[in-house]
């Protein structure tokens, strides 16, 4: 995901023993021992026969970065498996975890140039609500609403 500009593994450092990465992701979905910048998440990864083809990261409440430029959902499919709808499963279940989390209406973010994340929020009912500039070295991003 590196030359898309994603990290794949949220959190996760070179060299970390995977039961440390574990257990900070459970912290991080019990809201326990976050930074001041941090909200209460789930990480998760989709796996199809078990090969891993993509995650979400669901965020249970927005902070001032979160509700400005990074929403509720962030999910990304690894370029080896995009075009198969897998971006959308994952998003209808990521929207599922969401409210069962108590949130009701769910904010995806996505660049205004990434038509293929444009159709998979508009497939899950996202509402557009805004176009914004976030940095002028940046593209712009199209901020959708599922209700």
């Not at 440390?20 to 796996?47: C, H, I, N």
């Not at 998003?91 to 108590?102: D, F, K, P």
């Not at 769910?106 to 609500?129: F, K, M, P, W």
Request: proline letters at 4%; a negative charge.
């Amino acid at each position: 995901m590196v030359p898309d500009g994603f990290t794949f593994g949220l959190d996760l450092e070179p060299g970390m023993a995977w039961d440390t990465y574990l257990k900070t992701l459970g912290e991080q979905r019990a809201g326990d021992s976050l930074p001041a910048d941090r909200v209460p998440a789930a990480f998760l990864v989709a796996d199809i026969a078990g090969e891993m083809v993509g995650r979400a990261s669901i965020r249970y409440s927005l902070n001032d970065f979160l509700a400005r430029e990074g929403g509720h959902i962030g999910y990304c499919v690894l370029p080896a498996h995009r075009r198969r709808g897998y971006a959308t499963e994952i998003l209808r279940q990521s929207l599922i975890i969401a409210r069962a989390n108590g949130v009701g209406r769910v904010l995806v973010i996505c660049d205004e140039d990434n038509a293929g994340s444009r159709g998979t929020i508009e497939a899950c009912g996202g509402q557009l609500e805004s176009i914004v500039e976030i940095a002028a070295s940046a593209p712009r991003i199209r901020r959708y609403w599922i209700g």
